[in-house]
C-alpha cells in the first residue's frame, strides 16, 4: 500500500519568512496530493492540492510542487504570519473519492513574531 | 458545498461500555466513508473503509468485532466502538467520499473519545 514520508517533523520560522514542508510517497498509482491544515482538536482543512497531471500549484501564499518521477511534493508558504502556526499534514491518494487518503505524518510549523 | 455532519463531537464513557459515533452527508450521496482515527500529536491513521450496503474493509492491526462499521444508507455511516477501554481514547473522524469537491473527501468535525 501507500507509504507517505514528511519532514521535517517541527519547524520554527521568523514571521515573514517562507517555510517548507516535503513529502514522499511510495505508490506510482497516487495521483491526487492535497494538504492539510489542522488546528487542536479541529478536522483537517484543505489548504491546497495538486493532481499528477500539474507540477504546480500556487493559491496566494500557498504553493504545491509535485515531482512524479521522483515521487515527491513540497508546500511552500511565504511570508509567513503568526495565524499559519499550525500541523500541516500531507496526503496522497489514488483519487476518485472511492480510495483512501494515506496522510503523512505531520509538521508542526511555528511563526514566532 | 459538501457537509458531512458528526455526531457526537465528544464523549465520556465508562470503560466496558459502548459508544456510537455517526457520520452523515447532508447534501450528497457518500458511497464510501473512511474512519479514520488520531492520537494525540499523531498523524491521522485509516482504520476502515466500508461502502454503502457492504461490509467494511479494516486496516492490518483493527479488530473489526471491537470497531463495528455499518453504512446502511447512502447518506448514513456509524461506528460503534465496543467494549470500551482507556487506550481507545482518541479522536475520530470520518471521511466521506462519493460526493462535493476535491476527488470527494470531506471530513467530518470528528469526536473526542475519552474512556474513563
Known amino acids: 500500500g501507500e507509504n507517505v514520508e514528511q519532514h521535517p517533523s517541527t519547524l520554527s520560522v521568523q514571521e515573514g519568512d517562507s517555510a517548507v514542508i516535503k513529502c514522499t510517497y511510495s505508490d506510482s498509482a497516487s495521483n491526487y496530493f492535497p494538504w492539510y491544515k489542522q488546528e487542536l482538536g479541529k478536522r483537517p482543512q484543505l489548504i491546497i492540492d495538486i493532481r499528477s497531471n500539474v507540477g504546480e500549484k500556487k493559491d496566494q501564499r500557498i504553493a504545491v510542487t509535485l515531482n512524479k518521477t521522483a515521487k515527491h511534493f513540497s508546500l511552500h508558504i511565504t511570508e509567513t504570519q503568526p495565524e499559519d502556526s499550525a500541523v500541516y499534514f500531507c496526503a496522497a491518494s489514488r483519487g476518485s473519492g472511492n480510495t483512501p487518503l494515506v496522510f503523512g505524518k505531520g509538521t508542526r510549523l511555528s511563526v514566532i513574531a | 458545498g459538501a457537509v458531512v455532519s458528526q455526531h457526537p463531537s465528544w464523549v465520556i464513557c465508562k470503560s466496558g461500555t459502548s459508544v456510537k459515533i455517526e457520520c452523515r452527508s447532508l447534501?450528497?450521496?457518500?458511497?464510501?466513508m473512511f474512519w479514520y482515527r488520531q492520537f494525540p500529536k499523531q498523524s491521522l491513521m485509516l482504520m476502515a473503509t466500508?461502502?454503502?450496503?457492504?461490509?467494511?474493509?479494516?486496516e492490518q492491526g483493527v479488530e473489526k468485532d471491537k470497531f463495528l462499521i455499518n453504512h446502511a444508507s447512502l447518506t448514513l455511516s456509524t461506528l460503534t466502538v465496543t467494549s470500551a477501554h482507556p487506550e481507545d481514547s482518541s479522536f475520530y473522524i470520518c471521511?466521506?467520499?462519493?460526493?462535493?469537491?476535491?476527488?470527494?473527501?470531506?471530513f467530518g468535525s470528528g469526536t473526542r473519545l475519552t474512556v474513563v
Open positions: 447534501d450528497f450521496q457518500a458511497t464510501t
Open positions: 466500508s461502502n454503502e450496503g457492504s461490509k467494511a474493509t479494516y
Open positions: 471521511s466521506a467520499g462519493g460526493g462535493g469537491t476535491n476527488y470527494g473527501y470531506t
